[in-house]
């Protein structure tokens, strides 16, 4: 029995442990992607919720520009049933 003879069983073993981590790394590579884009959009929305409180909060420091500009206030409706 020669050396490579003796080997091969180990070699064979060798090749099918490279192979079983080499889908392993495959599988794991592609939940990368996966989370990585999830990661993408979820800081898009985080982004649009800050870029909505800003929004808001901004609007709700405004002043009523109704009330400070003069407008006199809405007329008065008639008594007739069809306005009320």
Do not use: F
């Amino acid at each position: 029995m020669t050396g490579t003879d003796t080997a091969k069983p180990l070699l064979e073993r060798i090749d099918a442990r490279e192979q079983a981590v080499t889908d392993q790394a495959e599988r794991v590579w592609t939940q990368i992607e996966e989370l990585t884009a999830w990661l993408g959009e979820l800081d898009e929305h985080l982004d649009h919720l800050r870029i909505t409180r800003k929004t808001v909060l901004a609007l709700a420091d405004e002043p009523d520009t109704k009330q400070t500009r003069g407008s006199s206030p809405a007329p008065e409706l008639p008594e007739h049933p069809a306005y009320q």
